[in-house]
């Protein structure tokens, strides 16, 4: 070893390293890998270096490449306003950090903002506890049926037909190595909304949990949760609520229509899309003691210095597997969404309830005015379903394929939703957009125009 090497840690680590393993070279560690797979050293003509000035001037001539598009996109990611005090609060270095503290490692700041978050959840939900977040919606399903299955040992999850397919994979991964099965409701194709009788040949007193969408995945806002509560509690089940949480501040919160735990995504409270991400899973249930012990994920609780004189917050049931439970742990999630669900706090305190009930309103009153314009405007475009929608709505398209509109429509600077994912009639072949408050009055004619433009041009060829 020279010298100077001793000094610089990972070279003098790197030789002590290679020396115990009884190799000369990193590269004779991966000799048993197909060369194929190896990235050799080659010359790859690499341009000169570039100064800073040059480097931004070269990336902006690459980003003008970029299509601005007016986005209607959902499906649980929404584009939504954040006002700019979310993105200032957040970005305090008391809270940016890309790593989840443990109790020891927060600061009582940073537990309180996650506290707040936890209590403006319940608030909007109408639950008694929530934890400080999960990854995502997905997530928060496998979580909450995998609790609902401790609860109560049973092995059937019954959901909807309509629930999107990737929410459905996630809850099959997290449920298989239980041995639970999972059963699919149909649903009304008059209205789209789960179909009642269905549910009741189907629970059973193997059914641990049934869970619904309130809106579905299609923007149909269902009418029965209360019924179909009462029938879930008549035969020992579980109701397990997902919610889209912009809808709660017209639709009565599911708390007070009977649902033992209810789940959502959180990304439209206050989180920019961001390419699709990041995420915040939304969970809450009763605060009976059997459902609060079983809650997968971090709780944050509020306690008081042992004199009794100050307010403290703190970690509360750690029952992940990196404390006492290990293998009997509710929860492993690890890293958790502790700023998104901050930032959601932050932005759930800005608008107070009186703006949280505007914003509803005012998506549910555009929803409608894009669906009013849309409507019986040519027999290339319908609304299989009579409901009421929130946000998002379908559009059936006829005599050309769902997917070849959305990329016409992109190329006219429209993302116009999400193509449809269900393969039986009458959900095939649909386009599901999305408005929120974001989307102006101007922007709703546009897309209509645009689309109906579309639709015209494509009949005369």
Wanted: hydrophobic letters at 40%; glycine letters at 6%; one cysteine or more.
């Amino acid at each position: 070893m020279k010298p100077y090497e001793q000094f610089i840690p990972n070279i003098a680590l790197e030789k002590k390293m290679l020396e115990f393993l009884g190799v000369k070279k990193i590269g004779e560690l991966f000799n048993d890998v197909p060369s194929k797979f190896l990235l050799k050293e080659r010359n790859f003509s690499l341009p000169r270096p570039l100064t800073e000035r040059e480097v931004e001037d070269r990336v902006k001539n690459i980003m003008t490449k970029n299509k601005k598009l007016l986005i209607f996109a959902g499906g649980g990611f929404y584009p939504v306003y954040v006002p700019a005090a979310v993105d200032e609060l957040s970005s305090r270095t008391e809270f940016y950090s890309s790593y989840t503290p443990y109790a020891s490692e927060a600061s009582q700041g940073v537990l309180q903002a996650l506290f707040e978050y936890q209590s403006l959840i319940c608030e909007i939900t109408g639950m008694d506890a929530a934890n400080s977040s999960m990854y995502d919606w997905n997530t928060a399903l496998g979580e909450a049926a995998r609790m609902a299955v401790r609860i109560n040992r049973r092995s059937k999850i019954l959901i909807p037909f309509i629930t999107q397919r990737d929410r459905v994979r996630t809850l099959e991964l997290y449920i298989e190595p239980l041995s639970v099965s999972l059963e699919k409701i149909n649903f009304e194709t008059e209205t789209g909304q789960l179909n009642f009788e269905d549910l009741k040949r189907k629970i059973n007193s193997e059914t641990s949990a049934v869970y619904v969408e309130y809106p579905n995945d299609l923007g149909i806002i269902e009418e029965k949760i209360a019924e179909i509560s009462d029938l879930a509690h008549e035969k020992g089940a579980l109701l397990i609520v997902g919610v889209n949480p912009l809808a709660l501040g017209v639709l009565e919160p599911p708390g007070d229509l009977g649902a033992d735990i209810v789940i959502g995504e959180g990304q439209p409270l206050g989180n920019h899309l961001n390419f699709g991400g990041p995420s915040l899973g939304i969970f809450a249930c009763r605060g009976e003691r059997e459902f609060i012990y079983q809650m997968p994920g971090r709780i944050v609780g509020m306690t008081t210095t042992l004199d009794g004189k100050f307010r403290g917050y703190t970690l509360a049931l750690p029952t992940r597997e990196q404390h006492i439970r290990r293998e009997k742990a509710t929860s492993n999630i690890c890293t958790n969404e502790a700023l998104i669900a901050i930032r959601t706090a932050i932005y759930l305190s800005l608008i107070g309830k009186r703006g949280f009930r505007e914003i509803s309103k005012n998506i549910l009153a555009k929803t409608h005015y894009a669906i009013k314009k849309l409507r019986n405007k040519t027999n290339k475009i319908s609304i299989p379903f009579k409901s009421l929608f929130f946000s998002e709505f379908p559009l059936k398209i006829s005599g050309l394929k769902a997917e070849e509109v959305w990329w016409k429509m992109i190329n006219r600077g429209v993302l116009a939703g999400r193509v449809n994912e269900y393969q039986v009639e009458p959900l095939n072949n649909m386009l599901i957009p999305a408005i929120t408050e974001a989307h102006s009055k101007e922007n709703i004619d546009f897309f209509v125009h645009t689309l109906l433009k579309l639709m015209r041009e494509e009949s005369d060829v």
